[in-house]
């Protein structure tokens, strides 16, 4: 190694890190053409309506809708005595003076990032789905998509050697963040308990309740949980989610709850939100994102929102990271939410119809699924669905693929000589628990119908070829 390099090495914090899943499974979707039900997208366009709200924004001429949005004051210091005047902001960026403060006691006043419109209707939304007021100024804060609101969430709260439990199978970019930030992540999977008679569902994963006391201590900060889960599909109960509270409460613990699949929840489960459980709401942080809720994951956009006093460790990272989104992405989201929020709940509402819509297709694919000898397990919320293939092993050859895992081996062959792309679930495991998941496969059913008739026709064609 030269000297340059030496010198030059990653930092000790992201030593060991390695190019994502994402990036290796993309690109051999580009080299092979396998039909893709990997990666969490739709392959058709979101409604119409929505389309047209970012059409519309991009052609106004009103020149502030396309330069940086609200920005804040993290700390004003003033002599006794002093001023300082308030600026309200309307949703084009336009102020006005509202009130002059002496600050004679008041050594700071702080007004969070986020465009004024998209803000206020976040306020308006989850005011209403959590039943306390979210101050639109105070607590909430809008992201570079979820990913973003993580990312400032994890490491504005975990310091070097704070403990933070996330519960097995998660979203890959948990481990890494705690780990950057300097945290100790503490792992705990959900297992499938035994079933018979009947195909399982992700209600049928389950976590060991002592196991899970037993990761609670002095040392521990945060515990993170996703409901619905991905790539699972699990929807915690109010009797789950009600203990890791309980827990939380015991130990003074942060709950950062990723929500981001909130709308994507089957009939008879319900999505319960973490921060609506009593004395709650004053250590939860909740993260959604536009790009689930709307199907424009390219739109980046996301946000948390949780009381003031936890919003200013979140803020001090995204200000010196992404500092403000992107302005007219924002007011496009704003203005889908308030078209949403005339008709929530009702059978015309987007999120109403988006989960129905997935509910027949999520059947469709657990069918095909099952009949190719594979077994599914149900989702009760989201869009990915994980399947058991080690029924099928013995007409499987991986001698062709290298890598550790099975499930690695298993998709790569499938991609290369099936034509199917699904993602090897062992991504979402801490090493000492990949093993739990080695025999599945994760595949992604928020596709067009044609869509998943093909996967079948491909998967039904294999079966027949293998016997």
């Known amino acids: ?27 051999m979707a580009i080299d092979y053409k396998p039909l893709n039900l990997g990666q969490g997208f ?11 709200t970012l059409a519309k924004v991009s052609n106004e001429s009103d020149y502030m809708l396309h330069q940086y949005t609200r920005g804040f004051v993290s700390k004003v210091l003033t002599n006794p005595g002093s001023s300082i005047l308030l600026l309200e902001f309307d949703m084009l960026n336009r102020y006005s003076i509202i009130t002059i403060f002496n600050l004679n006691s008041i050594d700071f006043l702080q007004t969070f990032q986020g465009h004024p419109r998209l803000v206020r209707a976040l306020s308006k939304l989850y005011s209403k789905l959590i039943g306390r007021e979210i101050n639109e100024k105070t607590e909430i804060l809008t992201t570079s998509g979820a990913y973003e609101a993580l990312f400032s969430t994890i490491s504005g709260h975990t310091d070097v050697g704070d403990e933070v439990i996330i519960i097995e199978p998660f979203f890959d970019c948990y481990e890494a963040m705690v780990k950057y930030a300097g945290g100790v992540p503490r792992f705990i999977p959900l297992r499938l308990k035994a079933v018979s008679g009947r195909i399982p569902t992700s209600e049928d994963w389950v976590l060991d309740k002592e196991e899970l006391k037993s990761l609670f201590n002095k040392k521990t900060k945060i ?61 939860t942080v909740t993260i959604g994102s536009a790009g689930k809720t709307f199907s424009v994951t390219g739109w980046k956009v996301g946000w948390a929102y949780c009381p003031e006093n936890l919003m200013r460790n979140i ?22 939410f308030e078209t949403e ?8 509402c987007f999120f109403v119809s988006l989960a129905k819509d997935l509910e027949s297709k999520r059947d469709y694919m657990a069918n095909v699924l ?36 099975k499930d690695y081996r298993f998709t790569k062959w499938m991609t290369k000589k099936v034509g199917l792309q699904g993602i090897p679930p062992t991504v979402f495991y801490s090493t000492p628990n990949k093993h739990l998941a080695e025999n599945f496969v994760r595949f992604c059913f928020i596709k067009k119908h044609e869509t998943l008739k093909q996967a079948e026709d491909i998967l039904k064609r294999w079966k027949t070829t293998e016997n």
């Open 223 to 283: 515990i993170i949980l996703n409901t619905p889960n991905n790539p699972l599909g699990k929807v915690y109960s109010l009797e789950e989610l009600t203990f890791i509270a309980d827990l939380c409460k015991k130990w003074n613990v942060l709950c950062i709850s990723d929500e981001v699949y909130e709308w994507l929840v089957y009939k008879p489960h319900k999505h319960i939100r973490m921060a609506t459980l009593p004395d709650m709401w004053k250590r």
């Open 1 to 27: 190694m030269s000297e340059v390099d030496e010198k030059f090495v990653i930092p000790l914090k992201y030593a060991g890190s390695e190019p994502s899943v994402w990036t290796e499974y993309i690109q």
């Open 315 to 336: 803020q001090m990272v995204h200000q010196n990271t992404v500092y403000t989104g992107v302005t007219p992405i924002q007011e496009a989201v704003a203005i889908a």
């Open 42 to 52: 739709p392959d058709y366009p979101p409604p119409k309506y929505i389309m047209d």
């Open 370 to 405: 099952s009949e190719v000898g594979m077994k599914p397990t149900i989702p009760d919320g989201g869009y990915f669905m994980l399947a058991d293939w080690s029924a099928l092993e013995s007409k499987v050859d991986v001698s062709s693929e290298s890598d550790q895992y």
């Open 341 to 348: 929020m005339d008709r929530l709940g009702k059978e015309d």
